[in-house]
Antibody, heavy 116, light 108 residues
């Protein structure tokens, strides 16, 4: 069974940092392009960042550029999102998503709350 | 950035009836468009990709159509499990990948 499992969410103060992880199983992770998508409470979906299978191309939404860093470890079948200088508006559920022409496989999400 | 606009925001329909959801792109995305369904507390689920291709396991009462800037998701004979929020997303010109704001399909 193909599965993406996020972890690392939690409550953090404004200006703080958090590192999200996504463990992939049941797929050939090293060949997959991956993304992070977030959803603020009661709001719609917002693409955050993407990384190609070999990390040769990386993109960020303007809202997180310079603060967030996406990375991956293909040997560990893992995707990461390092989030620095967190703001209240970063509060959201963060989803790890496989991209294969569309966003076809989603994790269950991990909640990040930024509040003092 | 391509802006995706969905209408209506809320659609009230009776079980057994059909529903038509619309998505408009601010510029052509050809057929590089996907539809997702999201239920409360769950991750989104891919329904349609390539504007009209049903994803694996999606019932054939779901159909997508359109190209360019105008797209439609049609659900025939609504079942109780179909009441959810639906999002469209373009894959034509990125970054960023952009989503519509969603249409909530509710029971009338």
């Amino acid at each position: 069974e193909v599965q993406l499992v996020e972890s690392g969410g939690g409550l953090v103060k404004p200006g703080g940092s958090l590192r999200l992880s996504c463990a992939a199983s049941g797929l050939m992770f090293r060949t997959q392009n991956m993304n992070w998508v977030r959803q603020a409470p009661g709001k719609g979906l917002e693409w955050v960042s993407s990384i190609t299978n070999d990390a040769s191309y990386i993109h960020y939404a303007d809202s997180v550029k310079g603060r967030f860093t996406i990375s991956r470890d293909n040997a560990k079948n893992a995707l990461y999102l390092q989030m620095n200088s967190l703001r209240a508006e970063d509060t959201a559920v963060y989803y790890c998503v496989r991209e294969s022409g569309s966003f076809d496989i989603w994790g269950q999400g991990t909640m990040v709350s930024v509040s003092s | 950035e391509i802006v995706m606009t969905q209408s209506p925001t809320i659609l009230s329909v009776s079980p057994g009836d059909g529903a038509t959801l619309s998505c408009r792109a601010s510029q052509s995305v050809t057929t590089n468009l996907a539809w997702y369904q999201q239920k409360p507390g769950q991750a989104p689920r891919l329904l349609i990709h390539g504007a009209s291709i049903r994803a694996t396991g999606v019932p054939d009462r779901f159909s997508g159509s359109g190209s360019g800037t105008e797209f439609t998701l049609t659900i025939s004979s609504l079942q109780s499990e179909d009441f959810a929020i639906y999002y469209c997303q373009q894959f034509h010109n990125w970054p960023p990948y952009t989503f519509g704001q969603g249409t909530k399909l509710e029971i009338k």
